[in-house]
């Protein structure tokens, strides 16, 4: 009894320590793999993942060194395409843009918007106005941060899974 209690426990720790290596590998291949990719396409490519993995809520807005929160960040969102291709919502009305990244440098260009007239204290038209000054990004864990050229910052949540769900934050 204790040979097969010995061998199944050595059989445990192999697989976990299999299971770790793996895990391990996967979770850095963006730094082995762009190393050797020449013009660094790959690192590009990789860069563009943070940003299409998640439609970014609007959440805050932080000109002059204040800290402005954004009511109803479901009303404000951007959804960047793999293609190049930026969806914007801006409370009730659509655009549809594009966007270039390299490396820390993000370029949006806004294009043609819906122009219905949203009800109450709307920041639709000033979002797509900072959107077009766009000047660099960083992406820390679920948030997103647009640095604009007069060092206002945007910031930007992902949607946590209860979010998906249709919930109301």
């Known amino acids: 009894n204790m040979q097969k209690f010995a061998n199944k426990s ?3 720790c192999i697989v976990l320590a299999i299971f770790s290596l793996t895990m391990a590998i996967l979770f850095n291949v963006d730094s082995l793999s762009a190393k050797g990719t020449k013009g660094g396409v790959l ?3 990789q860069q563009n993942i943070g940003l299409v993995a998640n439609p970014w809520r609007w959440n805050k807005l932080a000109p002059s060194g204040d800290l402005i929160n954004i009511e109803e960040p479901s009303k404000y969102t ?3 395409g793999s293609d190049g291709v930026l969806l914007i919502k801006a409370d009730c009305n659509r655009a549809a843009g594009s966007y270039t990244v390299d490396g820390a440098r993000l370029s949006i260009k ?3 918007s819906t122009l219905a007239a949203c009800p109450g ?3 639709g038209e000033e ?4 959107l077009a000054t766009t000047d660099r990004f960083v992406i820390a864990g679920d948030t997103l941060i647009l640095i604009l050229k007069n060092d206002t910052s945007l910031a930007f949540k992902a949607p946590t899974m209860i979010d998906r769900c249709g919930e109301q934050v």
């Open 110 to 112: 806004v294009g043609p």
């Open 10 to 12: 050595r059989n445990s």
């Open 127 to 130: 979002l797509l106005q900072l």
């Open 121 to 123: 204290s709307s920041r």
């Open 43 to 45: 690192a590009r490519q």
């Open 78 to 80: 951007l959804d960047f």
